[in-house]
């Protein structure tokens, strides 16, 4: 096991890190998918239960210790970084200020997501419906007939593995060397086991998942998965 676990995606070498994130060399390149920023406000507003508000906290200081690991020249949001349409209004004062100063250091992309098509621009950062760069596009949900090099988030990935000592359950990137779906980055986010027919149904020919585990990266093939009950 290791902090990172490399592999190439139609070309390109890439780190999927122990927190979530991904990190491409080549371009200085950081990528994240599915912060999810106020949504423990949102789900306070819609049941009237109270979840402990500092998700957005977490998850800004998180992507700030990822930033300053890999010190990108670019950040890449694969969408869905806000809950909803009105989550940035809903951003404490300190934690807008956090989010204002990450993306004033580096060049920042938000890929347009189901939940947040259009980021506010004071924020920084332009917003595209995907990015293409070389042998790589980035988009928010894979699309089926995409051709290799896809990287994508959305489907929020988690698999479990069964061990000698235990069991290991977690959320994890899946790939073939084609295509990549990264996990989501959010502190309040759940997941999808990697068995559902939404995920697996992308990978015909089989996948490898990288487990985010909090002391490294574990890569499993999927012959070693847990299958979903």
Known sequence: MSL???????????????????????????IVADLHL????????????????????????????????TRPKRVICLGD????????????PQDRDQLVGLTRQCDWVWIAGNHDPAPP????GIVM????????????????????????????PKAAVETRARRLSARCFVEDSRRLILPAF???TGGLNVWDTAISG??????????????GVLR??????????
């Open 202 to 215: 992308l990978f015909p020919k089989g996948f490898t998942v990288h487990l985010a585990l909090r002391q």
């Open 38 to 69: 106020e949504k423990g406000s949102a789900f306070a507003s819609a049941t009237g239960q109270m979840l402990p508000p500092y998700d957005s906290r977490a998850t800004l200081t998180a992507l700030r210790q990822a930033m300053a690991a």
């Open 129 to 156: 419906e995907e990015a293409v760069d070389g042998p790589l596009v980035f988009r928010h949900e894979a699309s089926p007939q995409a051709g290799a090099g896809e990287i994508s988030g959305h489907f929020h």
């Open 186 to 188: 959010g502190a309040y």
């Open 81 to 92: 970084s806000f809950h909803d349409v009105r989550a940035a209004a809903r951003l404490t």
């Open 4 to 30: 990172n676990s490399s592999f190439p995606l139609n070309g390109a070498v890439l780190h999927a890190r122990s927190d979530g994130a991904l990190y491409w060399p080549d371009r200085e390149t950081l």
């Open 220 to 229: 499993v093939p999927r012959s070693r998965l847990r299958k979903a009950a």
């Open 121 to 124: 621009a004071d924020l920084g």
